[in-house]
């Protein structure tokens, strides 16, 4: 397993757990539902690291679990998908639904084994790097929404109201709020 300070290339089809650069919380979902909005799965950024932090890079098709080359490197810019290890959802967003702590957009899980739809489509942006650069685990980054062009966010002082940790949103400004990085590769 490679840590955070490693240098080694990102992969398609390997877990991850994605650290929000901010707060050191990591990306993480579980089967709690968002009481308003959509009423998907809940998306959150948490401070003790568990199984519920693991999300594995795909392809932008949807047509299956791996729609990219197993081990192949992920380029900057590239359209990836997410999808939550133990739930097999996609990380999700769509237009229409607020956030419920800060009204900013909704990040939700989304999806069925895997396949879901074009708004689990996020547009990668390794910080300092040109397009098609592969992506390190040492390097931050910046996940656009496709649909909506709002960046996966996130920031201390709002908790979702089903399970009290901290919100993750999708964000129509850009902000050092935006950055992750790989902290663990699997």
């Given at each position: 397993m490679a840590h955070f300070g490693d240098h080694q290339l990102v992969r398609y089809g390997v877990p991850i757990k994605l650290v929000h650069i901010g707060t050191r919380k990591t990306l993480h979902s579980h089967l709690i539902n968002y009481p308003t909005g959509s009423h998907q799965q809940e998306v959150t950024c948490f401070?003790?690291?568990d199984d519920n932090d693991w999300w594995i890079i795909k392809?932008?098709?949807?047509?299956?679990?791996?729609?990219?080359?197993?081990?192949?490197?992920?380029?900057?810019?590239?359209?990836i998908r997410l999808e939550h290890?133990?739930?097999?959802r996609n990380l999700h967003s769509h237009h229409g639904f607020k956030?419920?702590?800060?009204?900013?957009?909704?990040?939700?899980?989304?999806?069925?084994?895997?396949?879901?739809?074009a708004n689990d489509n996020w547009r990668?942006?390794?910080?300092g790097h040109h397009p098609g650069a592969p992506w390190r685990i040492?390097?931050?980054?910046?996940?656009?929404?496709?649909?909506t062009n709002h960046a996966?966010?996130?920031?201390?002082g709002h908790n979702t109201p089903g399970s009290d940790q901290q919100e993750v949103t999708a964000f129509g400004e850009r902000d050092a709020n935006d950055l992750w990085?790989?902290?663990?590769?699997g």
């Open positions: 401070h003790e690291r392809g932008p098709d949807g047509n299956g679990r791996f729609n990219c080359p197993i081990g192949a490197p992920v380029l900057n810019h590239s359209i290890v133990l739930t097999y956030s419920p702590a800060t009204n900013q957009g909704e990040v939700t899980a989304f999806g069925e084994f895997g396949i879901g739809d990668l942006e390794v910080q040492n390097e931050q980054v910046k996940l656009i929404h496709v649909a996966l966010h996130s920031h201390n990085a790989i902290e663990v590769l």
